[in-house]
């Protein structure tokens, strides 16, 4: 369900080196190291970074794992619901349900039917 993105950094080489000792330790190449390091810092500083942004009046989408949290609760009492709906319970995109019915219907036993999500029996 995740959707990934590239970037380009530069690092000094003071901190490339300290990188290129940790292959093989957190990742199998640089890159899969300074991800898993950037990662696991923004998971260890959710809040404050949360607190930052809403400073600026900027709202994080909910995690994985709040959506999965909301989306069970949800799935558990209703035959269907509207498409627009489910969003809005989850603070999600309506496109981002779209993009994962075929993960989520086999999760939670649902399906798209025109602007319904609707529980199959």
């Known amino acids: 369900m995740t959707d990934t993105e590239r970037t380009t950094i530069t690092l000094s080489n003071y901190h490339m080196n300290i990188i290129k000792n940790l292959i093989g330790i957190k990742g199998n190449t ?41 989306l069970e609760s949800v799935m558990e009492n209703f035959e269907k619901l509207k498409l627009d709906d489910l969003a809005k319970l989850c603070k999600i995109d309506r496109q981002l349900i779209i993009e994962n019915i075929s993960y989520w219907s086999k999760k939670y036993n649902i399906i798209i039917s025109g602007d319904y999500i609707i529980k199959k029996k």
């Open 30 to 70: 640089a890159a899969s190291v300074i991800a898993g390091i950037i990662s696991s810092w923004i998971d260890q500083n959710l809040q404050e970074i949360k607190d930052h942004l809403q400073m600026k009046n900027i709202m994080l989408p909910p995690s994985e794992e709040e959506i999965n949290k909301k």
